[in-house]
């Protein structure tokens, strides 16, 4: 038996293999989307390991499977992080990367992403993962049910309502990230 090969099974490394090859890249994706940057390649390298070790357990298509992995292993590296403090980082490190606006539409795209944000993170973690793994991931509801360990009709009640969270905080702006810069507007004016 090799050693790379759970029971010698060669047919189920090369299946791995194959998965593995097509399937990093997305998985490293989603991960970069829910945790530092920085830590999403070795997330990545762990969820392949936990895929590898569980090979003979998938059920389905391999990505959706990958994902629920990868969905757990970001839940893990954020209780670790400290994940609310990291997203006001990070948004923090989008508006100092930002060069200082000579146009308002630039300062409006800026605006608007951190508005986006915000609305985002107004949402549960849950509410949140579920918008997230269809409308950025491209799942479709069924795949992403299953990522989520939850059946397709509660998980599609879960979208709706999150869709319509979403909608209320960016139209009633009840959403604010705090920003602990002065803005980019008030920059302009004083000079």
Do not use: C
């Given at each position: 038996?090799?050693?790379?090969?759970?029971?010698?099974?060669?047919?189920?490394?090369?299946?791995?293999?194959?998965?593995?090859?097509?399937?990093?890249?997305?998985?490293?994706?989603?991960?970069?989307?829910?945790?530092?940057?920085?830590?999403?390649?070795?997330?990545?390298?762990?969820?392949?390991?936990?895929?590898?070790?569980?090979?003979?357990?998938?059920?389905?298509?391999?990505?959706?499977?990958?994902?629920?992995?990868?969905?757990?292993?970001?839940?893990?590296?954020?209780?670790?992080?400290?994940?609310?403090?990291?997203?006001?980082?990070?948004?923090?490190?989008?508006?100092?990367?930002?060069?200082?606006?000579?146009?308002?539409?630039?300062?409006?795209?800026?605006?608007?992403?951190?508005?986006?944000?915000?609305?985002?993170?107004?949402?549960?973690?849950?509410?949140?993962?579920?918008?997230?793994?269809?409308?950025?991931?491209?799942?479709d509801a069924a795949d992403a049910a299953r990522v989520m360990g939850r059946g397709r009709a509660a998980f599609?009640?879960?979208?709706?309502?999150?869709?319509?969270?979403?909608?209320?905080?960016?139209?009633?702006?009840?959403?604010?990230?705090?920003?602990?810069?002065?803005?980019?507007?008030?920059?302009?004016?004083?000079?």
């Amino acid at each position: 038996m090799s050693e790379r090969e759970p029971g010698g099974d060669l047919d189920g490394w090369d299946a791995f293999e194959k998965v593995y090859r097509e399937s990093y890249r997305p998985v490293q994706r989603f991960l970069m989307r829910r945790m530092r940057p920085e830590a999403a390649e070795d997330a990545a390298a762990e969820v392949f390991t936990i895929a590898w070790r569980r090979w003979s357990d998938r059920r389905g298509e391999a990505l959706p499977w990958l994902y629920g992995i990868a969905r757990k292993v970001a839940a893990n590296h954020r209780r670790a992080d400290g994940r609310a403090e990291q997203l006001i980082l990070r948004v923090e490190e989008a508006v100092d990367r930002s060069a200082p606006a000579r146009h308002a539409s630039a300062e409006e795209a800026v605006l608007a992403r951190v508005d986006a944000l915000a609305a985002l993170n107004s949402l549960s973690d849950s509410d949140r993962e579920a918008l997230l793994l269809v409308s950025w991931d491209g799942l479709d509801a069924a795949d992403a049910a299953r990522v989520m360990g939850r059946g397709r009709a509660a998980f599609a009640v879960q979208l709706h309502r999150a869709r319509k969270k979403v909608e209320r905080a960016l139209s009633s702006n009840e959403v604010a990230v705090p920003v602990r810069k002065q803005s980019m507007v008030a920059r302009e004016m004083s000079r």
